[in-house]
């Protein structure tokens, strides 16, 4: 079954896809110190910019979050989840990596395997 392993590569693709056309990161909040949520690259770009409204005002929490996860943050997490659909492949029916030694015996794990839909949950 490699259904899993294509549908998590495009997905991956599309991710990647997406951080790629985003402003480049790293991302931050523009004035930590102020009670702005206005988020940039420090160059002078705003990335994103809240106000208050009808009584709520945005969370300086939520754009240090927003701020934190930025493309670069990103394009790290898509390339090492690419690695591990890469390393975790079906050959033949088994996981390509995992497995279990017992004695002279090597036990195989059904692919696709726990990491994998671990993987795939995300
Ligand atoms: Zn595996």
């Not at 056309?21 to 910019?49: C, F, K, L, Q, Y």
């Not at 394009?75 to 690695?83: G, V």
């Not at 030694?101 to 794990?109: A, M, P, Q, T, Y």
């Amino acid at each position: 079954m490699t259904d899993l392993a294509d549908r998590l590569r495009a997905a991956l693709d599309h991710a990647e896809a997406v951080a790629r056309a985003a402003t480049p990161g790293p991302w931050r909040r523009e004035h930590p110190d102020w009670p702005n949520t206005s988020i940039g690259n420090g160059d002078r770009t705003v990335i994103a910019s809240a106000a208050g409204h009808g009584g709520s005002w945005p969370s300086a929490e939520d754009a240090a979050h927003i701020a934190a996860n930025g493309p670069d943050v990103a394009l790290r997490a898509i390339a090492a989840h690419r690695q591990i659909v890469d390393v975790h492949s079906d050959n033949c029916g088994s996981c390509d990596a995992c497995g279990e030694v017992r004695g002279s015996e090597f036990l195989s794990v059904p692919f696709p395997c726990p990491t994998l839909l671990v993987i795939a949950s995300i």
